[in-house]
Structures are given as structure tokens and as C-alpha cells.
């Protein structure tokens, strides 16, 4: 299986470099670029906030997740300070949700290579202990937002949990790629070979597990 070439961290950085620029004249072109419907809820100053965080995390990925074991945050989120989140800081809370809640961006440089896959789901130290009764089930149907997909994945992942997927017939062929790439890398995870329509929007698909 060939390998897929991966972008040096400095071209994606003049990469964001430059959306950065046509984001100040054209906030529009540039979320389009990106999405096709980023967040039209949060502010222009909110947006570029988000932005300057990415491209700094961007600039550290390497040190920061070299020594990770467990978990490398999203660019995006680095910068939160969890403790403080769970210790219910209202004050601190505020900064992250509403108005100032933090939108995931697409990334177009994903690696979609097996051991990528595997690296960004299965910790490096992960040790499974056998389940007592079985796994679990995961049944979901999919349109969009394939990383965030992943994290569900990684979030309840087990060698005998079993997470089936039906692809939306309305979804991207790039979503549609990513999905098969998730599937072939991971023996427990299914992509139903069929395309379904559906007739609403994602909260109307809630999770089932069996």
C-alpha cells in the first residue's frame, strides 16, 4: 500500500499564513474555502481568535505531541485549560461557550495513511483488558465532519466494541474516501457498501448502541 505524502508543517503554515490574509479582506472566500457553512454565528473577532490559536499550535505540534502518550489536543483547543473546565469555572466557561464557543476546522491535509488513522485513535500506550460481557454496538448514520466522527470513535474505542456507519448519499466524495480509508484501517469498524438519503438534519440521527 503506498504511503500518502504528508505537506511539511512550514507549507502549512504559509498555508494559513495566507488564508489569514484573505480572511482580513474577504471572510467569506476564506470560510467557504475551508466549509461550506463554517459557523455563521460566531463573530468576525471571534473567528480570526480562533485562527491566530491554530496556527500557533500549528507552529509547536511537534514538540507538544512528541511526549503525549494519551492525547494530542486539536490545534484548535490546545489552549484550553481543562482542569479549569471541569472544576466548573464559570468565569472560564464563559470564554469558551457561547458566543465564544470554539468552531473544529476541516483539515484538508489530513493523513489519511493506516497508521495515521491508527496513531489518532489507539494510544501509543494502550493497554485493552478483556470485557467481561462483549462489546458494544455502535450503529450511526454519517454526512459530514469526518474528524469529528473520528474522536467519537477514539472516545469508546475497544477491539470488541464494533461501530457500524451509513453514508448519507448526500455527503462529499472526500467524506465518502475518509470513511472507506477509517474502515480499511480498522477491522471493527463498517461502512455499509449501500447510500442512503436522508430527510433531516443531524439531530434528528442520534447514536445507537446496542
Known amino acids: 500500500m503506498s ?6 508543517y512550514s507549507v502549512i503554515l504559509l498555508i494559513l499564513g ?3 490574509i484573505i480572511y482580513l479582506v474577504s471572510p467569506t472566500t476564506l470560510l467557504n474555502l475551508f466549509y461550506g457553512e463554517f ?11 480562533v485562527y491566530e490559536k491554530m496556527i500557533e499550535a500549528l507552529r ?6 512528541k511526549d503525549r502518550r494519551f492525547y494530542c489536543k486539536r490545534p484548535e ?12 469555572d464559570k468565569a472560564y466557561l464563559q470564554s469558551l461557550t457561547g458566543i465564544n464557543r470554539i468552531p473544529l476546522i476541516e483539515n484538508p491535509f489530513l493523513n489519511l495513511t493506516c497508521s495515521a488513522i491508527k496513531n489518532r485513535i489507539i494510544p ?12 458494544t454496538a455502535f450503529a450511526r448514520i454519517v454526512f459530514a465532519d ?12 475497544h477491539p470488541q466494541n464494533f461501530f457500524c456507519f451509513a453514508v448519507d448519499a448526500n455527503s462529499s466524495a472526500e467524506f465518502q474516501k475518509r470513511m472507506k480509508a477509517l474502515e480499511r484501517c480498522l477491522p ?14 443531524a439531530p434528528c440521527l442520534p447514536d445507537s448502541s446496542h
Open 3 to 8: 504511503q500518502q505524502r504528508q505537506l511539511p
Open 18 to 20: 495566507f488564508t489569514f
Open 39 to 49: 459557523d455563521p454565528y460566531l463573530s468576525a473577532d471571534r473567528k480570526v481568535v
Open 60 to 65: 509547536n505540534m511537534d514538540k507538544y505531541c
Open 77 to 88: 483547543t490546545r489552549h484550553v485549560d481543562c482542569r479549569r473546565v471541569l472544576r466548573g
Open 124 to 135: 501509543k500506550s494502550s493497554q485493552f483488558k478483556l470485557l467481561m460481557l462483549n462489546g
Open 146 to 157: 469526518y474528524e469529528f466522527i473520528e474522536k467519537q470513535v477514539q472516545a469508546s474505542y
Open 188 to 201: 471493527n469498524v463498517f461502512v455499509l457498501p449501500g447510500r442512503f438519503t436522508s430527510n433531516c438534519s
